[in-house]
T-cell receptor, first 108, second 115 residues
Framework: GQQVMQIPQYQHVQEGEDFTTYCNSS?????IQWYKQRPGGHPVFLIQ?????EVKKQKRLTFQFGEAKKNSSLHITATQTTDVGTYFC????????FGAGTRLTVKP | DGGITQSPKYLFRKEGQNVTLSCEQN?????MYWYRQDPGQGLRLIYY???????QKGDIAEGYSVSREKKESFPLTVTSAQKNPTAFYLC??????????????FGEGSRLTVL
């Protein structure tokens, strides 16, 4: 069945350093979504990627969808303490599957 | 304000008791979902409904039941048959059911602890 793997599970960075989380699917995806969950909160939608090779930016966040539509990444440039939380990818083929998430902590 | 409301936020129950978690949305969304979140495992789909009076099992439906009598409401019952019910439960909705669903809107979650 469809599986979505996300790495790393945890990432601790110094404020100002960059951060990247990677998502890989066992099947070709029709689209992929990214969510952020702050500590103690609920997931909040960030973005959806649909096209092969698509790249989208939101301020310091860059989202990529692989050419084969089986992998995706989220890159944060110059992290800030407000970036802390868990970032989830959710890949859709027949169903939508969430990755396990990457928990980001930022040291001031 | 439009959104999804889950209640209660925290719930404690004794082993063997059924528990019903409420989820109400005023976004006029057709599709609603229940996810379970455990540490390190992301979100796992319990049940989903794409239209009133219809719902489908997700990946971990055993020990759970749902109903969708109204478009706005999608309550989840955690039955005594669920072997490990302690978890954080998230309800979500989306505007378009099916494969091309847009973003999911999540409620604030219900944290169930079984003693």
């Amino acid at each position: 069945g469809q599986q979505v793997m996300q790495i790393p599970q945890y990432q601790h960075v110094q404020e100002g350093e960059d951060f990247t989380t990677y998502c890989n699917s066992s099947t070709t995806l029709s689209n992929i979504q990214w969510y952020k969950q702050r500590p103690g909160g609920h997931p909040v939608f960030l973005i959806q990627l649909v096209k092969s090779g698509e790249v989208k930016k939101q301020k310091r966040l860059t989202f990529q969808f692989g050419e084969a539509k089986k992998n995706s990444s989220l890159h944060i440039t110059a992290t800030q303490t407000t970036d802390v939380g868990t970032y989830f990818c959710a890949g859709r083929s027949n169903d939508m599957r969430f990755g396990a998430g990457t928990r980001l902590t930022v040291k001031p | 304000d439009g959104g999804i409301t889950q209640s209660p936020k925290y719930l404690f129950r004794k082993e063997g008791q059924n528990v019903t978690l409420s989820c109400e949305q005023n976004l006029n969304h057709d599709a609603m979902y229940w996810y379970r979140q455990d540490p390190g495992q992301g979100l796992r789909l319990i049940y989903y409904s794409q239209i009133v009076n219809d719902f489908q099992k997700g990946d971990i439906a055993e020990g759970y039941s749902v109903s969708r009598e109204k478009k706005e409401s999608f309550p989840l019952t955690v039955t005594s048959a669920q072997k490990n019910p302690t978890a954080f439960y998230l309800c979500a909705s989306s505007a378009r059911p099916g494969r091309n669903t847009g973003e999911l809107f999540f409620g604030e979650g219900s944290r169930l602890t079984v003693l």
